[in-house]
């Protein structure tokens, strides 16, 4: 059973659903828990296993009732939890959707990764080499690879792909259409997946303030700068009254999936400032909205 299959058969509008993200280190985790908190899930990374059932207990009770919740386990976590992992979420699934996704990916996809990245393996703590590294954590994931309701190889996936991947499995939980915003800097490219492109260079540039010029359009000072800029109101509110003319249309042709792309010269303060602007703006309205800021990540 697939996992849209799986959250489709779930017609309370009241159900809890508990997905957990598992997986080969570098295949894409933290990218996939990233696009979930934007789809409103309760995100946390590394949990225990046996702290699973308070989770789920702590986040869905009170005020503060959440009905969807995701949670990262990998490797840092002790051989033990991978054990008991099976028998948690086999006790949890009497009383909510369980849903446990694995990312996979090549070996030489894992090596490269690492090698562009620079970082560590979690496993490389134990005096092991990259490539036994990567084998022994195949070793202790292959029970839960097993149990997996889904399982997804990041080789040929870029980020926005997996992104995007992830959103459109989860579209079914929320209703309309899963609106994608990103930032990008045009010196570096078009990002290839945009359905919409915007040009922010016209607009002031905080670069050119050299206290502004190291934060990004996510810090207050930046966005103070730029709010205080007539010309910035006024693309905000542009781009949101053509995206609210026209949205609708692809809804009712039964898209599923829209990334507006905006895109300045370094891609770091006017787009990033636009994309979350925007973002909170539809997120009002509407249940599945993405941010990606590329040249931050």
């Not at 985790?29 to 979930?36: C, E, G, I, Y």
């Not at 040929?156 to 939980?173: E, K, M, P, S």
């Not at 502004?212 to 930046?222: A, E, H, M, Y």
Request: proline share 5%.
């Amino acid at each position: 059973m697939s996992l849209q299959d799986s959250i489709l058969l779930a017609d309370d509008p009241n159900a809890i659903h508990l997905v957990v993200l598992t997986g080969m280190s570098g295949g894409g985790k933290t990218v996939a828990l990233r696009a979930l908190e934007d789809l409103e899930f309760y995100c946390v990374d590394n949990l225990p296993s046996a702290l699973l059932p308070e989770l789920v207990e702590a986040a869905t009770r009170g005020d503060s009732h959440r009905r969807r919740i995701a949670v990262g386990v990998d490797v840092r976590n002790r051989d033990e939890d991978f054990q008991h992992m099976p028998k948690v979420l086999s006790a949890l699934a009497a009383s909510v959707h369980v849903h446990l996704i694995f990312l996979d990916c090549s070996d030489a996809v894992l090596i490269k990764r690492y090698s562009e990245t620079r970082r560590r393996h979690p496993l490389a703590a134990r005096g092991l080499s990259l490539a036994d590294a990567i084998a022994e954590e195949r070793r202790l994931l292959r029970p839960l690879m097993a149990i997996a309701e889904r399982v997804i190889d990041s080789s040929d996936l870029n980020v926005h792909q997996l992104r995007r991947l992830i959103a459109t499995g989860y579209a079914q939980t929320a209703s309309g259409l899963t609106l994608m915003f990103q930032s990008f800097a045009f010196r570096r490219g078009l990002p290839l997946d945009s359905d919409f492109v915007f040009d922010a260079r016209c607009l002031p540039n905080p670069h050119w303030e050299p206290t502004l010029r190291p934060l990004s359009g996510k810090d207050g000072p930046v966005r103070d700068f730029l709010e205080r800029q007539p010309t910035v109101g006024e693309y905000f509110a542009d781009t949101a009254r053509w995206l609210d003319a026209w949205l609708p249309r692809f809804e009712a042709d039964d898209r599923s999936y829209v990334t507006i792309s905006i895109g300045c010269t370094g891609g770091r303060h006017r787009s990033v400032y636009l994309v979350e602007k925007l973002a909170a703006h539809y997120r009002i309205s509407r249940e599945s909205v993405l941010t990606f800021h590329r040249e931050l990540e």
